[in-house]
């Protein structure tokens, strides 16, 4: 009996020895989607051990004092990162007693579970056992599952590198299997724009806006991207051309160049856009708290640029090609923008003060004889972002003397502009002076009037007194 009794002891202790062997680790794969959302994670029960013996649980001397059974970290107080100097806290990873052999152990009289816990390097209790064996209780053999959580608030305080996180831990009961093993959160990698604007409208409505001698910036909508790895931001135009459309109808292009992409910080470098992808990071964006990277792309035309290829009226359109790489090139995140820039018609004429008033004395004899003429320097400054054609009139047929209209008939003066031959008799119609006008800003026209000897002629006989009448300039757009 001794020598058999040796035998059996032989192989129950082989057998022990082969199932430690075979430590089975835990692996919890965490979702992207529960990173990015710094939304909790809660997993399906996940065997963590297997107890194919017993029943009960280790009691001292006569059923009484129980020994509960633990986990405690052997690895240290932190997750650590398997190929960096990444960590994460114990706190991050809660877990509870789901169950044992398909059923939660018994409580009997002051056993209880405990709630979720985390893992600590000294030994945690998962479980409570009643304090005596008297009380029954006891559990069921097979599978030992816990489940596992993470929450909403672990997700946005600590970074999730792609990668596996693992911690060792070690339990103290002999007969469940095994007795020590690693818990490991495995991380995906993944990068993804959270923010998904496709259509940035920007607005122009002031002439003054042209006026500046400073950069036009045009800011973006913010731009987040989640991301479990570190990237660099790449960005190009979809085309070489900006596709206008003037305020009439009419189709034309602008070069994409004359547009720089930059950012309103450091996050992002400033060049000149094109066809072809380039890296606008200065410096790749790291895993940060919370997995999400921001920043505001800005568009950047100098006054020059500005003025001299966006100051038509109509609309302008082009799409930006955002692409979110992965430093190893192993992923990546597209995104693209259309950006439309529209310009309002607008138009100004203004009189300086040194212009409203053109005088003419007639107190000689050549002066009804010959009739006069006077050029008036930039007596008026014109600005119209559209084709346009520019008219004067009258606000009456005739001149009027102190309020009262007489019968000195308007068309005795004569409108002109300089570089122009015809002088437009004037009326209460409006009349043309300028032709087939191109979009212009801050124009100076110098404007010509003449009483024509006929007209001056009209003039003998009548009383020597001041004449007045009001001229109106207004646009046509064309």
């Not at 002891?9 to 990015?36: R, W």
């Not at 997750?79 to 044992?100: D, R, V």
């Not at 469940?176 to 920007?202: A, C």
């Not at 209460?428 to 404007?447: A, E, M, S, Y």
């Amino acid at each position: 009996m001794k020598t058999m009794r040796s035998f059996l002891i032989g192989i129950f202790t082989v057998c022990c020895g082969s199932t430690v062997t075979k430590a089975q680790d835990v692996y919890l794969s965490i979702p992207e989607n529960n990173i990015f959302n710094r939304s909790e994670f809660t997993s399906v029960p996940t065997r963590v051990m297997i107890n194919p013996n017993r029943t009960n649980w280790d009691y001292t001397f006569f059923g009484f004092g129980p020994t509960a059974p633990t986990f405690t970290s052997v690895s240290g107080p932190n997750f650590t990162h398997s190929s960096s100097a990444f960590n994460l806290p114990s706190s991050t990873l809660l877990w509870q007693l789901e169950s044992m052999g398909g059923q939660l152990p018994s409580t009997g009289l002051s056993g209880y579970l405990p709630g979720f816990q985390q893992f600590n390097t000294s030994a945690i209790r998962w479980f409570e056992p009643p304090a005596s064996i008297l009380f029954g209780g006891g559990f069921y053999r097979g599978n030992i599952n816990f489940t596992f959580k993470i929450p909403a608030s672990q997700f946005a305080a600590n970074s999730y590198r792609a990668g596996n996180y693992s911690m060792d831990i070690s339990q103290n009961y002999n007969d469940f299997t095994p007795r020590n093993f690693k818990t490991i959160l495995v991380i995906p990698s993944s990068i993804r724009w959270f923010t998904t604007s496709l259509t940035k409208y920007i607005e122009i409505s002031s002439l003054n806006d042209y006026r500046s001698t400073g950069t036009r910036v045009f800011t973006l909508d913010n731009a987040e991207i989640a991301h479990t790895t570190d990237f660099n931001l790449w960005a190009k135009a979809a085309s070489t051309n900006i596709q206008f459309t003037s305020s009439k109808g009419v189709p034309g292009t602008r070069n994409i160049s004359n547009i720089k992409l930059g950012g309103n910080g450091s996050a992002l470098t400033t060049k000149a856009l094109s066809a072809s992808f380039q890296n606008f990071s200065p410096a790749s964006f790291g895993v940060v708290a919370g997995n999400r990277s921001s920043f505001i792309p800005e568009l950047y035309l100098s006054a020059e640029d500005f003025k001299n290829n966006f100051f038509e009226a109509g609309t302008y359109t082009f799409e930006l090609n955002f692409n979110a790489t992965s430093t190893d090139n192993s992923i990546n995140s597209l995104q693209n923008t259309a950006v439309q820039l529209k310009v309002l018609p607008r138009s100004e004429i203004t009189i300086p003060n040194s212009g409203r008033n053109v005088n003419f004395n007639f107190n000689t004899a050549s002066h009804y004889t010959n009739g006069q003429s006077q050029m008036i320097p930039n007596q008026i400054v014109l600005s119209n972002n559209e084709s346009f054609e520019l008219y004067v009139k009258s606000d009456e047929n005739y001149f009027k003397k102190g309020g009262l209209q007489t019968n000195i008939n308007s068309n005795i003066l004569q409108i002109g502009m300089d570089g122009s031959s015809v002088d437009t008799p004037l009326s209460k119609t409006p009349q043309k002076i300028l032709f087939n006008g191109t979009p212009v800003l801050d124009r100076g026209l110098n404007i010509r009037y003449t009483i024509p000897p006929a007209g001056a002629q009209s003039l003998v006989g009548k009383e020597n007194t001041t004449y007045s009448i009001n001229l109106y300039y207004s646009f046509t757009a064309i």
